[in-house]
């Protein structure tokens, strides 16, 4: 191959991880968007439901628990609605937190680098469209031109 096809190839793999990751960019910031609207609906249930604690004791009349139920039960949807939205960023990102720390980690990573936990690998799925050459021992993906497997080591033919 000659150098103006590698650079030619080289240039091209630059500018497809830079909109890949300008895409990922996109839509984690879609994500927050949505986090954001979540949060203030939450805010919003809550003032609401101190307004009714105060009108009752200016009126002084009673308030009951059963009052505030459906409120309390939004609440609850929209924290579960942020903790999945969460979940998709982590996924756009490729990555995922400690379970014992909470530190953000690659999704391969064994160990935390912060507290030393065992974690559990998250074995990535190559989309099926990307699919190329992979590693007869390990299966794992590799490079057009590799002469040696990045997973297991293996020499390749």
Do not use: H, W
């Amino acid at each position: 191959m000659s150098f103006l096809e590698n650079l030619g190839k080289t240039i091209s793999g630059a500018a497809q991880t830079a909109a890949k990751k300008s895409g990922e960019m996109v839509e984690i910031t879609k994500i927050n968007m949505t986090i954001g609207s979540e949060e203030d609906k939450i805010e919003k249930i809550q003032l609401q439901m101190g307004k009714k604690v105060y009108d009752s004791a200016v009126a002084g009349t009673p308030i009951s628990l059963d009052d505030f139920k459906d409120g309390c039960n939004e609440i609850t949807e929209r924290f579960s609605t942020i903790k999945d939205l969460k979940s998709k960023i982590l996924e756009v990102k490729s990555i995922k937190l400690c379970t014992s720390c909470g530190v953000e980690l690659e999704k391969e990573v064994q160990f935390c680098n912060k507290c030393g936990s065992k974690q559990e690998v998250v074995v990535a799925e190559a989309p099926a469209a990307e699919a190329g050459p992979v590693c007869p021992k390990c299966n794992a993906p590799l490079a057009a031109d590799a002469g040696f497997c990045g997973s297991c080591g293996e020499k390749l033919k």
